[in-house]
């Protein structure tokens, strides 16, 4: 069963910046990101979840959904198990709940496949106020 410890969420002025990771855990054995379609989610309060971004397995590619071009960067460090979301310049528009997700054997060639992965962390706040 894959466990997912989110964190860096919380609460920024306009124009900050934030710094989501996500270690995912409890592969089998002989398993790890390596073979895992990655990818970001959030969900506004009374909206439903949109697409951040999405990288397939084996894809050096990363797909952003247009919201968030140039001011989001997605990463993932597979050695480690764990993604990553830099998000900075910040807009009250951001404001949601954030979840990764990954999905085995995964291909994505546009940011909304992210909304196809089959396990998701639990989320994290992120709140742009001033």
């Known amino acids: 069963q894959l466990q997912f410890v989110e964190s860096g969420g919380g609460l920024v002025q306009p124009g900050g910046s934030l710094r989501l990771s996500c270690v995912v855990s409890?592969?089998?054995?002989?398993?790890?990101?390596?073979?895992?379609?990655v990818g970001w989610v959030r969900q506004a309060p009374g909206k439903a979840r949109e697409e951040i971004s999405c990288s397939g397995v084996g894809d050096d590619l990363i797909h952003y959904q247009d919201s968030v071009k140039g001011r989001f960067t997605f990463s993932r460090d597979n050695a480690k198990n764990t993604m990553y979301l830099q998000m900075d310049n910040l807009k009250p528009e951001d404001t949601g709940v954030y979840f990764c997700g990954v999905a085995v054997h995964y291909h994505c060639q546009d940011p909304g496949e992210a909304l196809g992965l089959d396990y998701w962390g639990k989320g994290i706040v992120v709140t742009v106020s001033s």
């Open positions: 409890g592969f089998n054995v002989g398993d790890d990101l390596n073979y895992y379609g």
